[in-house]
Every structure is written in C-alpha cells, then in structure tokens.
C-alpha cells in the first residue's frame, strides 16, 4: 500500500474557510468551555486537509501538536520490533489524536494514516498548555479523553490474550459500530469508515487469510455485507452471539 508523507502547513487561509468560533463550538472537547477561553482558542487553531493515506503523524516523532478531527476517519497504528503492525484505534469526526504526547511531551507512539480524505484541526502543545492552566475544565477533558482511550486499549488487549480469531473480529466489527455505526434498521448498521482486510488483521492480531476466511463465512451466512467498500451488520444478535457478547 503506497503512503504518503505529511502535508506541510501551507501559507493562506489557516481555518481553510471555517469560521473559527463555530469550528471552537462544534468540537465536542471545546464546545463546553467557558467563552472567555473560547475566544483565545478560536485564534490559535489552525486546519488541515489530508488525502487517503497520508500520514498526519509518525510512530517516534516529536509530539508538539494536538489534532482534532473534522471530517474523515484516522487510523492509529503502531509496528513491533518485527515489523508486525498493529492497528490501535479509527478515529472520525469529533475525536481527538495525538493527545498522549501533547500531555507528556515525549515522542509520538503510533503514527496515524488518513483512511480517507478529511480535515483535522490542530493547535500547538504550548497554546494549549497555556489554555489548561487557565481552564481547568479543558484540563479535566483532555484527562478524560486520555483515560477513555486507556480503557479501550486495555479492554482490546484484554480480548486479544482470550477469544479466538473469530471473537477477537466479532468484538472489533461491534466496537466500530458502536463507536461509528449508522443505523439502516432494527438489527443492521452499517460502519462507515473503509478498512481493508489487512486493516481488520492488524486490528485483532491475526493473518490476513484468517480474516478474509471468517468475513466470507459471515457474508454466506447473511451475518454482513459489503456496500461500496463499507461493511454492513445484517444481523447483530448473530454478531453479538459470535463475540461473545451479551
């Protein structure tokens, strides 16, 4: 799969056309925040355009930079000393990325790949360091976004050491429906962001082959389906039942 390397920040419009206050109120982190931080935050943001598979950040790079979705969906990885690579968490609009190095200061430890193309929002470790210490509610929400994304990784890694391949993909394709899925009816959602095949092995630590060979039972069995490259859940109780799941 052919990568791309980041965009630079270029010169002109730095909102790329958003208003800045309502680009502030829309970002679920920062629409609760007091209006006199509000305001401040509105000059200090910047946005970004992104293209499928381009790299927003590296795996080991110096983190000075939090970065907020706006549209499109962000996959974060990580490689093993193997070269092995893991597919941590998909990230859509609304979401926060990079949030781990902004707080701590060390270097980045995932890099993220754009799924699609799609904008994030960004804004400089220090101007947000100074907004925290003067808005303890934006401090508690990145705290909180941080101790959500702790929790989701300890509850996948918890899955990975006991299910087999099709529980560990079962749990994979509800969290995604739960976190981006669309309703179609009762039983059926569909999950919006475009992963491959190698995208749902890395995700659950398993080989490509497997993967394929369980999604194909699935579909024969009317359990998914794909439309326009985006996976179906035709019957979530089955779904449910395969992972586990109450």
């Known amino acids: 799969m052919k990568l791309v390397t980041p965009l630079s920040i270029s010169s002109g419009d730095p909102t790329r056309g958003h208003d800045p206050q309502q680009l502030v109120a829309k970002i679920p982190l920062f629409a609760s925040l007091e209006p006199e931080v509000r305001k401040p935050l509105a000059a200090l943001i910047r946005v970004r355009s992104y293209s499928a598979r381009q790299f927003v950040v590296w795996e080991g790079e110096p983190g000075g930079t939090l970065f907020l979705s706006l549209s499109g969906y962000f996959k974060a990885v990580t490689t093993g000393s193997d070269g092995t690579e893991m597919l941590l968490s998909v990230m859509g609009p609304g979401e926060v990325l990079g949030e781990l190095s902004v707080l701590d200061g060390q270097p980045r430890s995932a890099s993220v790949i754009a799924i699609e193309p799609g904008e994030l929002a960004f804004i400089d470790r220090p101007a947000l360091l100074g907004l925290m210490a003067s808005s303890p509610s934006l401090a508690i929400g990145l705290v909180a976004v941080l101790a959500q994304r702790v929790r989701s990784l300890t509850k996948r890694f918890e899955i990975l050491s006991r299910q087999d391949v099709p529980g560990r ?66 019957d979530m109780p089955a779904l449910r039942a395969a992972s586990g799941t109450p």
């Open 169 to 234: 993909l079962a749990q994979a394709l509800l969290s995604l429906a739960e976190k981006h899925g669309q309703k179609l009816g009762q039983q059926q959602l569909r999950i919006p962001v475009r992963l491959s095949q190698q995208d749902f092995a890395s995700m659950v630590g398993a080989t490509r082959e497997s993967v394929n060979k369980q999604l194909r039972e699935w579909t024969r069995t009317g359990m998914l389906r794909r439309e326009t490259g985006c996976m179906i859940i035709a």
